[in-house]
């Protein structure tokens, strides 16, 4: 009831900045001669916003007021959806929203002018709030959505009429649905517009924005396998010897990489793949999933839910990856990504990549970790590796036996002379690449010195002629791992 309050605040909120407290806003309201499912009534309600608002909005979606938690969260989140897939909006970032939250609290403590309140919206760069309402109406239901201009003072209405189905009673349940339940319905929306069984690879699924996998990502990845099993005549699932194969020999899931023409084709048992990312939504934790095409890698199909933070406590999940026994806090792993994001690639004069081949990012104790290496043009390279203990060391070349030059429009897998075991201390790890112009000959070391750009260049012996000039890469490249026990 507590979320619901304060949807219930943030339609006020709106009302506010849009001075409609004994003021009527300009509307537009359409009536539907017939009834529509809950789903088709909330894609509706995006498309004629969609064909109105102007493009490049920054749009912010703060609720749904209804009966239940579960059909609050639920509207609010597949309209964000159908508003993502429409494309052309700035959508508001979730933590901003989190922060409007805070400033609604704020106010209600008395310590905020009513003037200030109009503001919040423009405080976070919102040009339009879309929030609404799902009412009973006799046996039916009335779904009503209002697009707000922050600084016209004005809105746009859509309202529709909609039918139970099967998903509104499950919505209406006082009682929460289950968290299995939630990824069984995620999956068959996934594949809602296939025609035929597809044979399904499980890829990466992240912490947004990172490529970070936790034991969340692992814990999803088991139960969608699961799911996708019980729902036998619309999905197969490869197994990990396919998947592996696939990984290989593709340029499909390593996005950047090419793959020579001598390599094997994508294998053919697999169609698509499941892929996603989650991301903080309060203490909750939001979960997108995609089906992309194997072939093309278009988008089939897209969900979202949102597991509570009771459910992720429960299960022992978490939205940031351990650090041996413990779960590593959200400082600590902001700092952990600044101090590697100097190998971004962001300042890159050629394509230059570096990939796991698992799929999904997660390795166990015992398992052998190898990667893929792609360059667009000749140079030298070294390969570093940050352990989850926090040591950086020289990954390759270790000896002068190393090969360490990559030719233009290679793909070299590394190692080629040993193997990774996946082993303790376990958590976040990092795969860091440079490349360089002139040979040199890397000095195999350990040490706990921080991440940073002097690691680009420690313990690299240049060449006599080469050793007055500073030895800056000219392309970096990175991928992080998660090692479980």
Avoid at 375 to 395: D, P, S
């Amino acid at each position: 009831m507590k979320r619901i309050r304060i949807i219930t605040v943030l339609c006020l909120l709106a009302a506010a900045i849009l001075g409609c407290a004994g003021q009527a806003s300009p509307v537009e309201e359409a009536s539907a001669s017939d009834t529509l499912t809950l789903d088709r009534a909330i894609a509706d309600i995006a498309v004629y916003f969609a064909d109105r608002l102007p493009a490049s909005s920054a749009v912010a979606i703060t609720g749904f007021e209804a009966e239940t938690e579960n059909l609050t969260t639920y509207a609010a989140e597949e309209l964000w959806n159908c508003f993502e897939k429409a494309g052309g909006f700035i959508m508001v970032d979730r933590r901003n929203l989190e922060k409007i939250r805070d400033e609604i609290r704020y106010q209600l403590s008395g310590e905020v002018s009513d003037e200030s309140a109009r503001d919040i919206g423009k405080q976070y760069g919102v040009q339009y709030i879309i929030y609404g309402s799902l009412t009973r109406i006799g046996g039916d239901y009335r779904i009503a959505a209002y697009a707000s201009d922050v600084e016209k003072a004005s809105s746009v209405m859509r309202a529709l009429t909609v039918r139970p189905d099967e998903r509104l009673s499950a919505l209406l349940s006082k009682e929460q649905i289950s968290l299995e339940a939630e990824i069984d319905q995620a999956l068959a929306g996934l594949g809602r517009s296939l025609t035929g069984r597809m044979t399904i690879g499980i890829g990466k699924i992240s912490l947004s924005g990172t490529g970070t996998v936790t034991n969340l990502s692992d814990y999803l990845k088991t139960s969608i396998t699961h799911s996708a099993l019980q729902q036998a005549g619309k999905y197969e699932v490869a197994g990990d010897s396919v998947i592996s194969e696939y990984t290989v020999s593709t340029a499909n899931l390593t996005r950047d990489i090419f793959v020579e023409d001598s390599r094997p084709a994508p294998n053919p048992l697999i169609q698509g793949i499941v892929e996603g990312e989650f991301s903080p939504l309060g203490e909750d934790a939001q979960v997108t999933l995609r089906l992309v095409s194997a072939a093309d890698n278009k988008a089939l199909g897209s969900s979202r839910f949102v597991i509570p933070a009771v459910e992720m406590q429960r299960r022992g999940l978490s939205l940031f990856p351990p650090q041996n026994d413990t779960v590593i806090s959200r400082a600590e792993f902001e700092a952990k990504q600044a101090a590697v994001a100097v190998y971004s690639g962001k300042n890159n004069t050629f394509g230059f990549a570096v990939t796991a081949d698992d799929l999904d990012g997660v390795y166990h104790a015992g398992e052998y970790m190898t990667m893929r290496l792609y360059a667009e043009k000749n140079c030298y390279f070294r390969i570093l590796h940050a352990g989850a203990g926090g040591n950086v060391q020289t990954l390759y070349p270790r000896s002068p036996n190393d090969d360490n030059f990559i030719r233009a429009g290679q793909t070299r897998r590394i190692p080629d002379n040993t193997r990774f075991r996946i082993a303790a201390p376990f958590g976040e790890e990092y795969i860091l690449a440079a490349a360089y112009a002139s040979r040199f000959e890397a000095v195999a070391s350990g040490g706990t010195s921080p991440l940073g750009t002097a690691r680009l260049t420690r313990d690299i012996i240049v060449e006599e002629e080469q050793s007055h000039k500073e030895m800056r890469p000219l392309a970096t490249a990175k991928f992080s791992y998660t090692t479980l026990p």
